[in-house]
């Protein structure tokens, strides 16, 4: 199976994204939708910087914020 590179090439109907520091942040977006809205050429990358607004961000892998560090 070949990765999808773009939001064009994306096998899936339905495009979920899940916050792993946030445990209610999470949603679904409509594929035909985002390529309305971003373009058949945007990159999974820059869709997932148009969605998600994190208060904390942080570099994958990294430990996110607790009860004790904002």
């Keep these: ?3 999808a590179r773009t939001l064009g090439e ?3 109907r339905k495009v979920v994204l899940t ?15 985002l390529i309305t809205r971003l373009g058949p050429r945007a990159t999974l990358e820059e ?3 148009a969605l998600v607004s ?12 607790n009860q004790y560090t904002p």
């Design 1 to 3: 199976m070949q990765v």
């Design 10 to 12: 994306f096998p899936y």
């Design 19 to 33: 916050c792993p520091w946030c445990p209610r942040r999470h949603g679904s977006y409509d594929t035909e939708r």
């Design 47 to 49: 869709v997932l910087l």
């Design 54 to 65: 994190c208060r904390w961000p942080k570099a994958w892998g990294r430990r996110g914020p």
